[in-house]
Every structure is written in C-alpha cells, then in structure tokens.
C-alpha cells in the first residue's frame, strides 16, 4: 500500500486549502482513510477519517466545523478541506489507512501511512 499526500502549502490565516492523499497497492473496500497532523514539539493529533466504501465520517470535535473530509472512489483519492484556517493549524498533515471501519482515532490503528505535506498558516 501506498498513500501521497500533496496539497500543502503557506496559506495566510483565514484562508483555506485542499490536501489530497492518492492510494494505491490494493483494494480499498471496506477500508478507512484518516487524517492526521503533527505541529514541532507536538504529539501526533487526529483530525478526521472517512471509509472507503460506506462515506460515513468521523471527526475531532475541534476541528469539525472548519474542515470537511471527502472521498472518490474512482480515483483511489481522499481530500481535506481546510478553512477559516489559524496559525495553530500549522503542521505535517499525514494520511492514513486502516480496515475497517473510520471510528478511530488513535495513530496505532492506522496500518500504513503517507510521507506527510507541510501545511504553514501565517499570521
């Protein structure tokens, strides 16, 4: 398996950006695609997930308002969209896959992983 994280970039707050994750080495029904993030100093922290096959989707509450996850199937590609973005957002953005379903949160769950974007939100 394989997952390529793109999309990062310097955005000024307020602003919004889409990351993208292409997977790829297998099939994906019935498997779940998350997103994670990790500013310097910082653990690794959730920010949302979503299954491959049923759509349904799973969130960290903080972030929920401002950022949507979403998928297409056709293209083996899972997106995040990211708004009304804050210089706290800053961090490596990770993609992540798991079977089963898209209810967990914790980075041991997840089965393989993407190299990381780089996300910097300026103040």
């Known amino acids: 398996v394989q997952l390529q994280a793109s999309g990062g970039g310097l955005v000024q707050a307020g602003g919004s950006l889409r990351l993208s994750c292409a997977a790829s080495g297998r099939t994906f029904t019935g498997w779940a695609m998350g997103w994670f993030r990790q500013a310097p100093g910082k653990e690794r922290e959730f920010v949302a997930a979503i299954g491959w096959s049923s759509g349904g989707t799973y969130y960290n509450g903080f972030l929920k308002s401002r950022f949507t996850i979403s998928r297409d199937n056709a293209k083996d590609t899972v997106y995040l969209q990211m708004t009304s973005l804050k210089p706290e957002d800053t961090a490596v953005y990770y993609c992540?896959?798991?079977?089963?379903?898209?209810?967990?949160?914790?980075?041991?769950?997840?089965?393989?992983w993407g190299q990381g974007t780089l996300v910097t939100v300026s103040s």
């Open positions: 992540a896959t798991k079977s089963g379903n898209p209810y967990q949160s914790l980075t041991d769950g997840y089965d393989y």
